[in-house]
């Protein structure tokens, strides 16, 4: 009996997922999104690692053998034996050097060796020609901006002395042309020139490696041979493939492997968000099919042939949905690089076709997509024929929560904030145990979220029901079913903490960058005497100065303090813009500010004495604040004028600060240029001042923090996706679902554009409650987790941003309802009081 058994009701189950496609359809478009959102970031991962080799790495496609001579420089003689060897096309002689621009501060300039053209060419020629004689150079991109050096352009090159490495050559060079660079040198100021014309500039004889494009058949096992005759015995040879699958791991470390790692952690979170949107969408689709299974139960049909017949209708419907969504996230990832050289003008390279992980996506969307099944097919296979065939009311209705959810929600819930509490055994568990409590807050979200529904919606709900009738039955039609409306909040509650989490998280360390970057790197530039200072003429002519902004003079006076030399400044923080992130409000006579190094050496904070020697005495002083790092200037101690004078400084500046009067690289050049003749026309003795530039690294740090806010919001915005679907499916469930109530209020006389609203405020109450929820939760983990990994940085909450967040995602789940909303709307009240669907 087994058998016909099994048959009939999955031939029953397959039969109702044709009759009723709709439903099967709304279901589906959750696993979609899941399986695009999944498959999508496995082609971002490889679109990263892509782009990062073919931009970053330093060996061509085209090259075949990689040669050195181990312990010693390849000869200009031995590259030209290398080229006259059978079975070599081409051979480049590769040299990496460099020298600085002939001024007062040090300009570097990278040197490297490139034929300019052809298969082995790492530039390509943007403007004027490629050096073709002695004494020319091309300069990148880079370098043009940041020197001001255009084709035409004649500086002089200090090159370090290959015989004496305390002395420098001067070298005229005339620049030719600029490039751009896919190699990894390319990303600094460069300059480059043939193999054959490199010399003067290199502060070695010979080349660091040889790359070789070997003839077309050309065996490379006897091309090596050669080769290393050449070069003898010692020389290591190196395929081109082998280069390069190096370089490429190389390439993908560092701040890209934590991009990497974020990618793998967000895959886990997508699949989550679609398990329970899955799930909560089964639920309800069993739910209204109750009746039936109730009947298949009445005639004779074993419980477990139900479970396995509603399995199997959600493996179907997740093979299918799976499929779907993997094809198209693989037209979307190949049409990225397009679409981000078009609008943004950003060369990213195409991602490949994996169809290992297509095949994984698809099948783990189908398991996922069965487990999520499981659940919801237990708990209604599990409903008695005789009470199924006497309700029409939901399982997704039922408002009391089981006695073993609860308690398993205050258990997850007291683990959570155990972890989060601490204190640690091993401050290096700090941050995965806090990850680790964010995940169980989140399962206790889940386990109580329908508890959490009714008090959160009587507040949120409160303005709603003022609005009159549509208002009022959208908080009941919500708050009557607490277990539904729990299970699809819940997962934009997710969206909105991972979003809000992000947004918290880049503020404070942004913050955090701009408190030490203020502290390090307080101006573009600055000015550094020798023991004569500079005169207050000098100090104004610079802050005439057009290309300048923010000229802000200092002194400083070394003093000894318990066995070590610390340097006191009178520098005015707040006379420049970076003051502003800098807690020296309290500054004042008789106070200091201490840096936090020399704070903590000295064991001293704010309010505590402080007491400075000096030729006239003792000086006495309270700590007013104290600042990270070093200080502004690399100052351990900063004082008011008043105070410095009393401690026997002199009269002249030790320094000046200032930064450029715009942040583009060209400005700065220009700045920097105007600095050097500043100094070279005014100061008496001007190889006694150097001018060092501050702003290059407090740029990286704030491009990077940039890049991974942007990378982590642009993730995190797929997880709003997969909830704003989740919304839109359960919606329309519902609408089906609640046919008669809708017609019911129809016949009662509610016309078809209140019924709209009602069903379109629901959406958007959904909204409501997850982002009540996800913010509750993602900004307190935020600040947990930057106060891990950066103990001072500063908690900043970006109301502003967070708030956009917070109504955009109301605003987009009430117009994910309207679709379901429309469809309600056409059917009649005749009809929908008759049953029909």
Known sequence: MNAPWRASVLGSQLAELLRRPRRSVTTGMSVLVAAFVVFASVLAQQIATHTAVDRFRGTPEAVSLVATADGSRVSAAAVRRIRALPGVAEAVGRVDSG????????????????????????????EGGYPDRAGRLAVNRRAAEEFGLAPG???TLLVPDPENADRTVKVAVTVTGVVESTATEGQQAGGYTTDALIAPFADL??????????????PQGELAGRVRAVLGADASLHTGSAVRDREAREAVGGDLREVFLLLAVFLGVAVGAAALVATSAFRIVFAQRLRQLALLRAIGAPQRRLVTALAVEGALVGTAAGTLGVLLALGAGHLAPTAARRLAGQELSAPGYPVTYAVLVVVGTMLVTVAAVLAPALSAARVSPLHALRTADTVAGERRVRRGRRIAGFVLAAVAVGLAAGPWPDQDLGLPLTVASAGFAFLALIALGPLLVRPVLTVAGWPLRRLGTTGRLAVSGVGGTPRRAAAVSVVVALGVALVSGALVAVACLTGHLERTGAAEAPADFRVAAGEKGLDATVVRQIAAAPQLAHVTGYRTLTTPLDGREIEVSDLDADALPTGRHLDTAGLGPGSAVVSADMADLLGVRAGDPLTLPSRHGDIRLTVAATLPGEGPGLADVLVVPSDLDRMGASKNASGVLADAADDSLGARGEAQRALESLVREHVPDPDDVSVSVLAQDRDGNQDAVRTMGTIALGLVALTVLIAVVGVTATTSLTAIERTREFGLLRALGLDGGALRRTIALE???????????????????AWLVVRTVVTDAPLRLPAPQLLLVFAGLAALTALAGLLPARRATRITPMTALGGAE
């Open 153 to 155: 352009t004649r500086t």
């Open 99 to 126: 020298a600085s621009l002939a001024g007062l501060s040090e300009r570097w300039l990278e040197l490297h060796a490139d034929p300019g053209t052809g298969p082995l060419s790492q530039v390509r020629l943007v």
């Open 763 to 781: 959406a958007g109450l959904y909204g409501v409650l997850g982002g009540v929820l996800g913010l509750a939760l993602g900004v307190p983990y």
């Open 205 to 218: 004889p010979g080349f660091d490696r040889v790359d070789i494009r070997a003839e077309a058949g050309a």
